[in-house]
């Protein structure tokens, strides 16, 4: 598993892994009074040299692929329909991802997720299977995770971020009768850079049952810039 450098993405086994793509927000922008119609065209682009560039044979979405959240819109089918031009396409159901199972382009997973090649591949709003924690690594998207510092001029900035947490075993027992000891969560950050939700602050709810249960010890989780810098632990970034 390789986190690539300065993308919210991962390469393994020959697959581009990104997730929260929320492809078609244009109407949103629209109505928040952006016109932006070339929006999911650009977030198109930006995911296609990934794979044009590792020569990707598959593209593994995890989940909430559309903004929408009942139908899937035109440009969202348009967009997987030129992705299964260059590779195959495996969708993991996400809680925007109503309808997402008509599109003939791409191979859609329920949300309790799948393992590829070792590892366990979720969105994260519902519970992983029995097989996916029995792996190693759990890769989720969902929570959209952004970290808030203060930089050497005192300004609040707010960047993207991958949080890599341990296990809490007599929790994960309650719920799990088999599951890996060593088991790290892998928190990714969104593909689509305009949803994201700090992650460095108590008071924000926690996305999903894996979090919001108290299953991975999200205050002692590692997180990491983009570029590959440690930032330490999560409890400690202010």
Known sequence: MKLLYNAPAILHKGAIIVGDTHFGMEDKLRRRGVYDEEFSLRLFDKLKSL??????????????????????????????AKFSMLCEVIVVRGNHDGGIE?????????AEGFVYEKLGLIH?????????MACSHVIAGHQHPLITMNDAFGRRHSEPV?????????????????????????????FNPLVGSTINHDEKERLGPLLNNNLFKLNHAIVFRLDGTCLGELRNIH
């Open 102 to 110: 008509r599109c003939a382009n791409a191979k859609v997973v329920s």
């Open 51 to 80: 794979v044009v560039a590792h020569k990707a044979k598959k593209l593994i979405l995890l989940g909430d692929v559309k903004e929408d959240i009942a139908m899937l819109d035109k440009r969202t089918e348009d967009i997987l």
């Open 124 to 132: 994260g709003h519902s519970w992983p299977s029995d097989d996916v």
């Open 162 to 190: 991958w949080v890599v947490a341990l296990p809490d075993a007599e929790r994960i027992a309650e719920r799990y009768k088999k599951f890996n000891k060593k088991i790290n969560l892998v928190l990714m950050p969104a």
